[in-house]
């Protein structure tokens, strides 16, 4: 243990050098904003926090900048940013691919931003210039979805930033890093504690560790880098000092709020309106879901049916009963298997008024940012998915079934720059993917609800997550047999109930899904269906086609099933409850690495052959 314990701080050391050399490219990669002569185009708003003052050669420059660039959204970062907020930047983006990765969340300076007034219209974003950090945060995340391709960062020099304090840049820090990276958040504990452990244990590397903490800002900042922080000179007292600025600066930002609450009081107000709207927001979700479920779950499903919905066989068997693992609303489902054809679904079904309860809050509403941090983390695995049909055809016409705020489109048009992307969904979500541009055009409705006006007319239909949690597949291949062109294709993903997860973990195999997967289709099945209709299967995937995580998604919704978290409207909270989640949590961790070790040493097993959690294929229409 002590021969490891002294290599910590070696491996700090390493780290920061690479680190730092990471930092130091990604801000010399910085464009620095010439002046321009020309008058401010007219379509371009200016968003700045408090402080932050643009002159009018400040908003030429930008102004020219954008539009020599096609840009419609730029993050002008001032030049004198304090070296802690210079680094952040570097941190949260990559700007070698900021620009023209369209799933990169929205980050930057969060200091003022230029954007055209189009896009802060669909947005949402009202122009103003009295913003703090923490609110351009949210608004820089809104900016760069509705203009994935067409936001980019630029130095803007001769702006001087706003002021700053330890507790802002904390506040920024957590709501930046939070929802997408939340380890990163972690990473200067570990560090911390690396170093501390290195000086005792191997005293000229943990100093070696400490000198160079202390000075990596001015091997990042110093030297031809736009940015020229103000603090640059002070940065190792700065770093030496954060902790008691940050405390002095918590208690000082403290003081103020009690004062502002005060005054508030005084005048009969609410002391933080955001805070109380939030407060009143969850008390009105518990209130609404304790009135939904007073009669019972049982009350959302549907009478059970005998036989197959696939092949009308009565042979029956049960094959899984499980409660809702990921979310912990009420109720057990169960999960039935013909034994003639091997289909599984759900016997019986939810209502579609319980479908609307139960998928409710799964990804939207309390759970909106981790299903935005989901999706940016499968970005390469949805490029993949756009690859499928490379080989085959040249898609001029997409149309994306069960494509929620048009995630797959955004991404696919980088693979496919010159395609029109349709799609199919819920109106909440579709709406949403047609105001942000990723879909071109919206269909509110059900896919074969809209079939016929549509008969021919797409060279790909996508399903990707969508027949598992269909109303009727069947009904819904018919549709893609029609809607198809000669010789256009079908690609589509689903989770293999053959898997080697489904075998093994047992209720705790997150493809599962339960309550909202409504069947599984085994892969020979949805083959012979599709040549019913006239479809040639022409590639089949398994291994290329799986994901990883089966073991960490099992270790946690174990923990979920023994500990929810009591933050969930639908369940009781109390403090009990929250000392449980805490003490099951801690006691996870352990779990949770092996299974994380286990699960890439066992990777090349899981992946060969049939034994993969999912399946992808791609069908042919025959002319």
Same mark, same amino acid.
């Given at each position: 243990m002590r021969f490891l314990l002294s290599w910590a701080p070696?491996?700090?050391?390493?780290?920061?050098?690479?680190?730092?050399?990471?930092?130091?490219?990604?801000?010399?990669?910085?464009?620095?904003?010439?002046?321009?002569?020309?008058?401010?185009?007219?379509?371009?708003?200016?968003?700045?926090?408090?402080?932050?003052?643009l002159t009018e050669a400040a908003k030429r420059a930008a102004s020219y900048h954008a539009h020599r660039e096609r840009l419609d959204v730029l993050d002008l970062v001032p030049a004198d940013l304090t070296i802690?907020?210079?680094?952040?930047?570097?941190?949260?983006?990559?700007?070698?691919?900021?620009?023209?990765?369209? *799933? !990169?969340?929205? %980050?930057? =300076?969060?200091?003022?931003?230029?954007? $055209?007034?189009? +896009?802060? /219209?669909?947005?949402?974003?009202?122009?103003?210039?009295?913003?703090?950090?923490?609110?351009?945060?949210?608004?820089?995340?809104?900016?760069?979805?509705?203009?994935?391709?067409?936001?980019?960062?630029?130095? *803007? !020099?001769?702006? %001087?930033? =706003?002021?700053?304090?330890?507790?802002? $840049?904390?506040? +920024?820090? /957590?709501?930046?890093?939070?929802?997408?990276?939340?380890?990163?958040?972690?990473?200067?504990?570990?560090?911390?504690?690396?170093?501390?452990?290195?000086?005792?244990?191997?005293?000229?590397?943990?100093?070696?560790?400490?000198?160079?903490?202390?000075?990596?800002?001015?091997?990042v900042c110093a030297g031809r880098v736009p940015v020229a922080p103000r603090d640059l000179i002070r940065s190792p007292i700065v770093r030496i000092t954060a902790g008691v600025e940050f405390a002095i600066s918590s208690v000082r930002a403290w003081r103020q709020n009690q004062r502002a609450a005060a005054e508030a009081k005084a005048k009969g107000l609410p002391a933080d309106p955001a805070k109380e709207?939030?407060?009143?927001?969850?008390?009105?979700?518990?209130?609404?879901?304790?009135?939904?479920?007073?009669?019972?779950?049982?009350?959302?499903?549907?009478?059970?049916?005998p036989d197959c919905p696939w092949c009308g066989s009565f042979e029956l068997a049960v094959r899984l009963r499980s409660p809702d693992l990921e979310l912990r609303k009420p109720g057990w489902f169960q999960l039935d298997e013909c034994l003639v054809c091997g289909h599984l679904f759900q016997n019986p079904r939810l209502t579609p008024a319980g479908r609307v309860l139960y998928e409710r809050d799964r990804v939207d509403g309390i759970n909106a940012a981790r299903a935005e941090a989901a999706v940016f983390a499968r970005?390469?695995?949805?490029?993949?998915?756009?690859?499928?049909?490379?080989?085959?055809?040249?898609?001029?016409?997409?149309?994306?079934?069960?494509?929620?705020?048009?995630?797959?489109?955004?991404v696919a048009r980088a693979v496919w720059p010159r395609t029109v992307f349709d799609g199919v969904g819920p109106a909440e979500s579709i709406g949403e993917a047609r105001r942000r541009g990723w879909v071109d055009r919206a269909y509110p409705v059900h896919f074969a609800d809209i079939a016929e006006a549509v008969t021919g007319q797409y060279d790909v239909i996508s399903m990707f997550g969508?027949?598992?949690?269909?109303?009727?597949?069947?009904?819904?291949?018919?549709?893609?047999?029609?809607?198809?062109?000669?010789?256009?294709?079908?690609?589509?993903?689903?989770?293999?109930?053959?898997?080697?997860?489904?075998?093994?973990?047992?209720?705790?195999?997150?493809?599962?899904?339960?309550?909202?997967?409504?069947?599984?289709i085994p892969v020979d099945n949805l083959v012979a269906a599709l040549g019913d209709r006239g479809l040639r299967t022409v590639l089949l995937q398994f291994g290329e086609a799986h994901q990883p995580g089966d073991l960490i998604a099992a270790v946690g919704q174990v923990t979920q099933a023994l500990a929810p978290s009591p933050k969930l409207p639908w369940l009781p909270g109390s403090p009990a409850r929250w000392l449980l989640r805490g003490t099951v949590l801690l006691a996870a961790a352990a779990p949770a690495l092996l299974a994380g070790l286990a699960g890439a040493l066992l990777a090349p097993a899981m992946r060969k052959g049939e034994r993969s959690n999912t399946y992808r294929l791609v069908a042919r229409k025959e002319a």
């Open positions: 070696i491996l700090v050391v390493v780290g920061l050098l690479l680190n730092g050399v990471r930092l130091r490219g990604r801000l010399r990669r910085l464009d620095t904003l010439p002046a321009s002569g020309r008058p401010v185009d007219p379509d371009h708003v200016f968003v700045c926090a408090a402080g932050v003052q802690e907020r210079a680094l952040d930047v570097a941190r949260m983006v990559d700007t070698r691919t900021y620009r023209s990765d369209r *799933l !990169a969340p929205g %980050r930057g =300076a969060f200091q003022a931003l230029l954007v $055209r007034a189009e +896009v802060a /219209r669909l947005a949402g974003v009202e122009v103003r210039d009295d913003y703090t950090p923490v609110e351009l945060v949210e608004i820089t995340e809104r900016l760069k979805r509705h203009a994935p391709a067409s936001t980019d960062l630029a130095v *803007l !020099a001769g702006v %001087r930033a =706003a002021r700053d304090d330890g507790a802002m $840049r904390v506040r +920024v820090q /957590r709501r930046s890093w939070t929802a997408v990276k939340p380890l990163n958040t972690i990473f200067p504990t570990i560090r911390d504690a690396a170093t501390v452990v290195g000086v005792h244990y191997n005293r000229p590397w943990g100093l070696a560790a400490t000198a160079l903490f202390w000075c990596q800002p001015f091997f709207q939030t407060k009143a927001a969850a008390v009105a979700r518990r209130e609404r879901y304790l009135r939904a479920f007073a009669g019972g779950a049982e009350q959302f499903l549907a009478p059970p049916r970005a390469a695995h949805l490029r993949a998915q756009a690859e499928l049909v490379r080989p085959f055809v040249l898609p001029r016409y997409w149309l994306d079934v069960g494509a929620g705020v048009g995630s797959f489109c955004n969508y027949l598992e949690r269909s109303r009727d597949p069947s009904e819904d291949l018919d549709a893609v047999a029609k809607a198809l062109g000669p010789g256009g294709y079908l690609v589509a993903e689903l989770p293999n109930p053959e898997g080697l997860g489904a075998r093994r973990l047992g209720r705790f195999w997150p493809g599962w899904g339960v309550p909202g997967v409504r069947q599984l």
